[in-house]
């Protein structure tokens, strides 16, 4: 059973960096690109992050990607208010031989 | 601009079939795959399938084989998913979503979902 693990939630003031960790394995991670989604409360995700640390266009750069090895990590600097939300890594899994999420870590911003 | 749109909210009886729908617009349907998602309350992602609206193929995750079926009509650009034989724990959000992956060498490499549907609410009670 493939499984991507983050941490279940992060918090920072305005303004901080805060960095979210997602642990995989050689099925997934460790063979394929890592990708980030942002769910805003009560919205579709949306992509933030593809190809390790490829940002779409109009994803403000305070968001950056990296991976190593079988783990990834999303890091959020000059955090903002509009940055509360649910966060999911994903990977292509040969295993499923499809996309696997992650278990989602919720970011406050106190 | 590129979007998609489901079809509104069901409501089903366990054993009972849903069939949702997801219009694209803004771009070429048939260039991209469509991937389906689904998200139960207060849970994570979780990836259902895909179809190739060009020629039709699928690629369904192993845990809904059986059980579910993905189409399209090219003539309208829309995806269909058919979940059948509900239960109360199928009751989730349904995405549609669209592939943002790239042929390189004649391989294909996955880089994510980049537009998504509004979602469909599928509730699943006797």
């Known amino acids: 059973q493939s499984v991507l693990t983050q941490p279940p939630s992060a918090s920072g003031t305005p303004g901080q960096r805060v960095t979210i960790s997602c642990s995989g394995s050689?099925?997934?991670?460790?063979?394929?690109?890592v990708n980030w989604y942002q769910q805003l409360p009560g919205t579709a995700p949306k992509l933030l992050i593809y190809?390790?640390?490829q940002r779409p266009s109009g994803v403000p750069d305070r968001f950056s990607g990296s991976k190593s090895g079988t783990s990834a990590s999303l890091a959020i600097s000059g955090l903002q208010s509009e940055d509360e939300a649910d966060y999911y890594c994903?990977?292509?899994?040969?295993?499923?031989?499809?996309?696997?999420f992650g278990t989602g870590t919720k970011v406050t911003v106190l | 601009q590129v979007q998609l749109v489901q079809s509104g909210a069901e409501v089903k009886k366990p054993g009972a079939s849903v069939k949702v729908s997801c219009k694209a617009s803004?771009?070429?349907?048939?260039?991209?795959?469509m991937h389906w998602v689904r998200q139960a309350p207060g849970q994570g992602l979780e990836w259902m399938g895909w179809?190739?609206?060009?020629?039709?193929?699928?690629n369904y995750a192993q845990k809904f084989q059986g059980r579910v079926t993905m189409t399209r009509d090219t003539s309208i650009s829309t995806a269909y998913m058919e979940l059948s034989r509900l239960r109360s724990d199928d009751t989730a959000v349904y995405y549609c979503?669209?592939?943002?992956?790239?042929?390189?060498?004649?391989?294909?490499?996955?880089?994510?979902?980049?537009?998504w549907g509004q979602g469909t609410t599928v509730t699943v009670s006797s």
């Open positions: 979503a669209r592939d943002h992956g790239d042929y390189v060498g004649g391989n294909y490499y996955y880089y994510g979902m980049d537009v």
């Open positions: 803004g771009y070429t349907f048939t260039g991209y795959y």
């Open positions: 179809i190739n609206p060009n020629s039709g193929g699928t």
């Open positions: 050689s099925s997934n991670i460790g063979s394929n690109t």
């Open positions: 190809s390790n640390n």
């Open positions: 994903a990977a292509w899994d040969d295993s499923l031989n499809g996309p696997f």
